[in-house]
């Protein structure tokens, strides 16, 4: 009894207000963790993309995995920088994932995502079979 008293007391009485609880809340993630978690994200998305099996199934698809995977960007920057930095870069962030989704085409017989270059010429037919792609 006296012994655990001993032990316990000092850290319940020890400064009930300037607790440093960084690592509970808003502390910075395990990046393994995230890393990790970043991975199967881009696996399972690329996996369900793929999985598609007509061209417009495989469009809605990619177009969903964008969107999300933008949200996603959005949320690690907001959680990690200023709240007016991550407005200010806002616009640029919605034009890369509305580009993304643009200058995506599907080829029409396996189902190959070709990404076309905006500053290059447009693709018409798919580089890995040659079929026409959309
Ligand atoms: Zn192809």
């Not at 207000?17 to 696996?43: E, M, N, Q, S």
């Not at 399972?44 to 061209?55: M, P, S």
């Not at 969903?64 to 949320?75: D, Q, T």
């Amino acid at each position: 009894m006296g012994n655990e008293s001993f032990f316990s007391a000092p850290q319940l009485k020890r400064d009930p207000l300037g607790g440093c609880d960084l690592t509970a809340y808003g502390g910075p993630l395990d990046p393994v963790l995230l890393f990790l978690a970043w991975g199967a994200f881009i696996g399972g998305g690329t996996l369900y993309v793929r999985r598609a099996q007509i061209v417009t199934e495989k469009r809605r698809r990619f177009r969903l995995y964008a969107h999300v995977s933008f949200g996603v960007f959005v949320l690690v920057l907001a959680l990690n920088l200023p709240a007016l930095f991550v407005l200010l870069l806002l616009p640029g962030l919605v034009a890369m994932d509305l580009l993304t989704i643009r200058s995506a085409r599907f080829c029409d017989r396996v189902g190959h995502v070709v990404i076309e270059v905006p500053w290059r010429p447009p693709i018409l037919r798919c580089p890995e079979c040659g079929a026409p792609v959309h």
